[in-house]
């Protein structure tokens, strides 16, 4: 009993931290877009991908005319949809691909509830290059029924300086 509730109170303190990091991000920051569209803006912020159990990965490529994107701290991933009646815990990836096809892990993140919406950032530690994908996949859970579908919508994929 005294491990579940340890486990209930480190996760609270996840959660709050988590909440506390977005909030500054959110607060002041500069984003720029990862999609080479130089159109009207508002089109471009409407583009969205969907990741379900059967197909949980997308990817999105960075373009060199953003400039030296070593100085980004953050990928910004906005979830904005979420089909999981089960409501199975959902957790993403996120990884940098080089040119060269290295695959560099950055973090990862869940929903909380499984079910909920929301922005996350996770940090570049400064392993961006130019020309490279951010790739963010769907870790598909061990239980899923056969019969179960997981589908997530998220906003287009950007980057933060501070």
Same mark, same amino acid.
């Given at each position: 009993?005294l491990?579940?509730?340890?486990?209930?109170a480190?996760?609270k303190?996840?959660?709050?931290?988590?909440f506390?990091v977005?909030?500054c991000a959110?607060c002041n920051s500069r984003?720029?877009?990862?999609?080479?569209?130089?159109?009207? !803006?508002?089109?471009?912020?409407d583009?969205?991908?969907e990741i379900?159990?059967?197909?949980?990965?997308i990817?999105?490529?960075?373009?060199?005319?953003y400039?030296?994107?070593?100085?980004? !701290?953050f990928?910004?991933?906005?979830?904005?949809k979420?089909?999981?009646?089960q409501?199975?815990?959902?957790?993403f990836?996120?990884?940098?691909?080089?040119k060269?096809?290295?695959?560099?892990?950055?973090?990862?993140?869940s929903?909380?509830?499984?079910?909920?919406?929301?922005k996350?950032?996770v940090?570049?530690?400064?392993?961006? !290059?130019?020309?490279?994908?951010i790739?963010?996949?769907?870790v598909?859970?061990d239980?899923l029924?056969a019969?179960?579908t997981?589908k997530?919508?998220?906003k287009?994929i !950007?980057?933060?300086?501070?």
């Amino acid at each position: 009993m005294l491990t579940v509730i340890r486990h209930m109170a480190l996760h609270k303190l996840f959660c709050c931290a988590c909440f506390i990091v977005i909030l500054c991000a959110s607060c002041n920051s500069r984003t720029i877009d990862l999609t080479n569209n130089s159109k009207d !803006k508002a089109e471009s912020d409407d583009i969205s991908y969907e990741i379900d159990n059967l197909n949980p990965t997308i990817s999105q490529p960075l373009d060199a005319k953003y400039g030296d994107l070593a100085g980004y !701290k953050f990928v910004q991933i906005e979830v904005i949809k979420v089909f999981n009646p089960q409501k199975y815990p959902l957790t993403f990836e996120v990884r940098f691909q080089s040119k060269s096809n290295e695959k560099t892990y950055l973090g990862s993140f869940s929903l909380y509830p499984a079910d909920n919406p929301g922005k996350f950032l996770v940090a570049t530690q400064g392993k961006l !290059k130019d020309g490279g994908t951010i790739i963010l996949s769907l870790v598909v859970p061990d239980k899923l029924a056969a019969k179960d579908t997981i589908k997530v919508t998220v906003k287009k994929i !950007k980057l933060i300086k501070e």
